[in-house]
T-cell receptor
Framework: AQTVTQSQPEMSVQEAETVTLSCTYD???????LFWYKQPPSRQMILVIR??????QNATENRFSVNFQKAAKSFSLKISDSQLGDTAMYFC??????????????FGKGTHLIIQP | GAGVSQSPSNKVTEKGKDVELRCDPI?????LYWYRQSLGQGLEFLIY????????KSGLPSDRFSAERTGGSVSTLTIQRTQQEDSAVYLC????????????FGPGTRLTVL
């Protein structure tokens, strides 16, 4: 079974600072996808960024980027120039390609990120 | 276009009653997923549909839980004889095809069992 661990239950930074959220995972498989989802108080789970394990290049989406270390099974999220609207729960998630979707996503416990004005 | 919608947004019920939760996926998405989010257990995957078929129902917490999908579109999650431990947010997601595609989530249904 796959597991995802987020070791930071809560983080707080000042607006405009850079923050890094950590995520590690455990799998014996080689082909998988990793995701970061954001869940604001509205409950809507929003995709932040996605990384295919076969790609060596780290994914980036505007102010969001990841540091994917496959050998270390680490997948951290960096948020640059943080904004008040970034305040939310952030979940790291994993899915196997071979499962064809049947296993769903495996989520970490989440990190509550607070951006202070 | 329209995203994933779920109804009701909130549901309060009494222990022992049956409830139905509805999910309307993004038009054209063939894969549909149900998850449960609770304080104690975090986010748990419950069941996956490809079209109208659910290949594996073992993720459902108990035999009081059932799900169906008709016409390759709307899905219903039914909980019979609700218990207090069923209180949670139930999230639905859909994706274009199978697990290779990004899942897009609905706003969830918050179920409270008194």
């Amino acid at each position: 079974a796959q597991t995802v661990t987020q070791s930071q239950p809560e983080m707080s930074v000042q607006e405009a600072e850079t923050v890094t959220l950590s995520c590690t995972y455990d799998t014996s498989e080689n082909n998988y996808y990793l995701f970061w989802y954001k869940q604001p108080p509205s409950r809507q789970m929003i995709l932040v960024i996605r990384q295919e394990a076969y790609k060596q290049q780290n994914a980036t989406e505007n102010r969001f980027s990841v540091n994917f270390q496959k050998a270390a099974k680490s997948f951290s999220l960096k948020i640059s120039d943080s904004q008040l609207g970034d305040t939310a729960m952030y979940f790291c998630a994993f899915t196997l390609i071979s499962g064809g979707g049947a296993d769903g996503l495996t989520f970490g416990k989440g990190t509550h990120l607070i951006i202070q004005p | 276009g329209a995203g994933v919608s779920q109804s009701p947004s909130n549901k309060v019920t009494e222990k022992g009653k049956d409830v139905e939760l509805r999910c309307d996926p993004i038009s054209g998405h063939t894969a549909l997923y149900w998850y449960r989010q609770s304080l104690g257990q975090g986010l748990e995957f419950l069941i996956y549909f490809q079209g109208n078929s659910a290949p594996d129902k073992s993720g459902l917490p108990s035999d009081r839980f059932s799900a169906e999908r008709t016409g390759g579109s709307v899905s219903t999650l039914t909980i019979q004889r609700t218990q207090q431990e069923d209180s949670a947010v139930y999230l639905c997601a859909s994706s274009l095809l199978s697990g290779r595609d990004t899942q897009y989530f609905g706003p969830g249904t918050r179920l409270t069992v008194l």
